[in-house]
């Protein structure tokens, strides 16, 4: 398996699979087959046996997915059977959800700091985290070596924080400001934007 | 052109070009071709002519293609080319943050109403809104037509609210409970998840 030559939609139907397996194995279930899973997520069995097949031999013809393996494997090709620790910057409501979000338990990340520029915030406490001071950005993020980031400040400085986060190391970018951020090709952003999801909806429901 | 064959998976990628179109044209750039599109979206120029050319001809060889005629058409296949009112439930961060949030303008959404079912907030105002009493979702929001909606509740709510939201006529809902809902076949349903975002980054930086 080369990772390298996998096609990104690929890459993003993974965590997908992922989390429909966490969920059957969390009720109990240890085998599913891909027109099962093509059903949890709606996605077709022939393009779940596809893109699997991308990364190895998985299933038994007749005998489908033992989910315990699938999961365990997955984890892997996702880098996700470890815990990294997530900066978040701006402590506006985004940066309040996400630090007291939980849904990320399990599936690989766990915030470790959150900063902000207003005096009034920081040293502040939200849930068992102080507000650090954006000043120390760089250096506090390099120092705990995190490598990934969410970005949750206003479009009109989410681009100068992206720009720190990267001199500080980080290689990975979750971003929830309205813009499009530019970074070095070895550096990788998503972004959270409501309004795809929308989209996504409304072609459905004219 | 019959939308119902169209596979989800280039639907999802509509949106994606109508905001790098959009972006392009915020910066007075009138044409564009599907290399330089594709660049802005780390999608191949061949897939994106692909993509498109499910709706029908939108360039023309050599000319590229002419980027007001092509927001216009994306927008009326999203049916984007109109304002939809949202309906946001759950006045927690989540659902303060996507009340101020300025990123849907101009993209076919405005929040219209929301609601949560802590007396303490119940009457309350975020911005321009006032937090309406949950107990009257149904009636508030099928007195407005609203047929879209954002859950902002905790998981453990979220699918009762959901149930609330269909049997009001909503048709799509962006969920950022961290849980899968189960809605009828006829009403879309677009996760925010962040930790799927993330494990997409992962994937690339171990």
């Not at 009720?27 to 077709?44: D, H, M, P, R, Y």
């Not at 207003?118 to 849930?127: C, E, L, N, S």
């Not at 720190?164 to 952003?189: F, H, S, T």
């Amino acid at each position: 398996m080369n990772k390298q030559n996998v096609p990104d939609v690929i890459v993003s139907r993974l965590p997908v699979y992922l989390r429909a397996l966490q969920r059957l194995s969390d009720a109990g279930v240890t085998t599913t087959s891909s027109q099962e899973l093509g059903e949890k997520v709606g996605i077709s069995a022939a393009q779940i046996r596809k893109d699997l097949s991308q990364f190895g031999e998985f299933g038994k013809q007749g005998t489908g997915y033992h989910i315990p393996f699938l999961i365990e494997r997955l984890s892997q090709i996702l880098n996700v059977d470890r815990i990294w620790d997530v900066g978040v910057v701006g402590m506006g409501d985004i940066g309040h959800a996400i630090v007291r979000y939980n849904g990320f338990s399990n599936r690989g990340f766990q915030v470790a700091m959150c900063f902000d520029a207003d005096p009034a915030k920081i040293g502040t406490k939200v849930g068992e985290f102080e507000i650090r001071d954006e000043k120390n950005l760089i250096a506090d993020i390099k120092a705990a070596s995190i490598k990934i980031a969410m970005i949750c400040v206003p479009a009109s400085v989410a681009q100068d924080v992206a720009d720190k986060l990267v001199e500080a190391g980080v290689r990975g970018i979750l971003n929830y400001a309205p813009l499009k951020l530019i970074v070095p090709a070895n550096v990788r952003v998503q972004h959270i934007d409501p309004a795809i999801g929308l989209q996504r909806i409304t072609y459905y429901i004219a």
